[in-house]
């Protein structure tokens, strides 16, 4: 089982940036993925969160209106668009999974499973 993020990378405030997420050893059909941050010294913040049908998903108020989460059931990969990004959407972007199929959690730690993380600097 392993969750494997790409995709981030320095990017200018008022850019765009797309995340994703593969899965492998395992399918993302019907299990939810959450999409996390984090900065140094602070704890993993839920940003996003997609249901194992594709059909709920979860954004928290800091990334409302500016990031979208969608799954390719295909590729076995859940992505995340950032768009309009700032200096504050600055950290190590992780995608998670318990294996559930509901996004009503989003406490980083009730999560087993991570990937290992992809840096998103936004930078002028």
């Known amino acids: 089982v392993q969750l494997s993020e790409s995709g981030g990378g320095l990017v200018q405030p008022g850019g765009s940036l797309r995340l994703s997420c593969v899965a492998s050893?395992?399918?993302?059909?019907?299990?939810?993925i959450h999409w996390f941050r984090q900065i140094p010294e602070k704890e993993r913040e839920g940003i996003a969160c997609i249901d194992g049908l594709g059909s709920e998903k979860w954004y928290a108020d800091s990334v409302e209106g500016r990031f979208t989460i969608r799954r390719d059931k295909s590729k076995n990969t859940v992505y995340l668009q950032m768009k309009n990004v700032t200096f504050e959407d600055t950290a190590v972007y992780y995608c998670?999974?318990?294996?559930?199929?509901?996004?009503?959690?989003?406490?980083?730690?009730?999560?087993?499973?991570w990937g290992q993380g992809t840096q998103v600097t936004v930078s002028s």
């Open positions: 050893g395992f399918s993302l059909a019907d299990t939810k």
């Open positions: 998670a999974t318990d294996f559930g199929s509901f996004c009503f959690q989003h406490d980083a730690a009730t999560y087993t499973y």
